[in-house]
C-alpha cells in the first residue's frame, strides 16, 4: 500500500501535525513514517529503518504538540503537560553547532545532535514545534476550510482558505456550484 500526505511543504511542525487526517493516522505504522520520513528528506536527519520506538516517539511529540499549538493560535497558554513532554524530547537530545571548513572554501556550523536516532529524531520535531509556537506567525495558523478536513495551513497569502486548492477548494467550488444549481433543475 502507498501512503500518500494530502499536505506537506507547510512549516515541519505542520506536517507532523497533518499526518493525522480524518482519514486516520498516516504514520501509525513503521511503514507509514518511513513514507512520511521520505516525504521530508533534507528536513530532518535519515534514521534508517523506521520501527515501533520510532513511531511511537513521533506520535509522541505531535500528540504534545496539537494542544500547545492550539493554545498558542488562541494567544493563550500551552499546558503544562505538552510544554513537558516537548522539553522532555528537546533535553533527551541537545544540540550544539559543529564548525566545519567547505571545499568550496566556506564555513558552515550545522547543529549536531550526540544521541541514538529515536531521541534525536523526536528531538528535531520537538525544535520544529518549538519554532512554530515562538513564530510571530503561529495565530495566522489555519484549519482548511473544508468541512471534512482538520488540515492546518500557515498560509502565505490572506485569502487562502483551504489546505490544498485544488483538492478542498474544488469540492467546496463543486458542491456550491451544485446547491447553486439543484434548485433550478428540481423547478
Known amino acids: 500500500m502507498t501512503v500518500t500526505f494530502p499536505l506537506t511543504g507547510e512549516p515541519l511542525a505542520l506536517d507532523l501535525l497533518n499526518t493525522l487526517t480524518a482519514e486516520g493516522d498516516l504514520v501509525a505504522d513503521p511503514a507509514g513514517l518511513a513514507a512520511w520520513l521520505d516525504a521530508q528528506a533534507g528536513r530532518l536527519t535519515p534514521v534508517g529503518a523506521a ?16 494542544p500547545a499549538l492550539a493554545a498558542a493560535r488562541r494567544g493563550e497558554r500551552p499546558p503544562a503537560g505538552a510544554l513537558a513532554a516537548l522539553n522532555g524530547a528537546l533535553a533527551a537530545a541537545p544540540s550544539h553547532r559543529v564548525l566545519a571548513w567547505t571545499q568550496e572554501g566556506g564555513t558552515t556550523a550545522p547543529a549536531h545532535r550526540p544521541a541514538g536516532p529515536v531521541p534525536r529524531l ?17 495565530g495566522q495558523v489555519r484549519e482548511c476550510e473544508a468541512h471534512d478536513c482538520v488540515l492546518l495551513f500557515l498560509p502565505a497569502h490572506p485569502r487562502r482558505r483551504w489546505c490544498v486548492a485544488s483538492v478542498c477548494g474544488n469540492r467546496a467550488r463543486v458542491a456550491r456550484y451544485y446547491a447553486r444549481h439543484k434548485g433550478q433543475s428540481d423547478g
Request: hydrophobic share 60%.
Open 51 to 66: 520501527g515501533a520506538a520510532e513511531v511511537a516517539a513521533v506520535r509522541a511529540v505531535r500528540e504534545a504538540a496539537r
Open 122 to 138: 523526536a528531538a528535531e520535531l520537538a525544535e520544529a514545534v518549538a519554532e512554530l509556537l515562538t513564530d510571530p506567525r503561529v
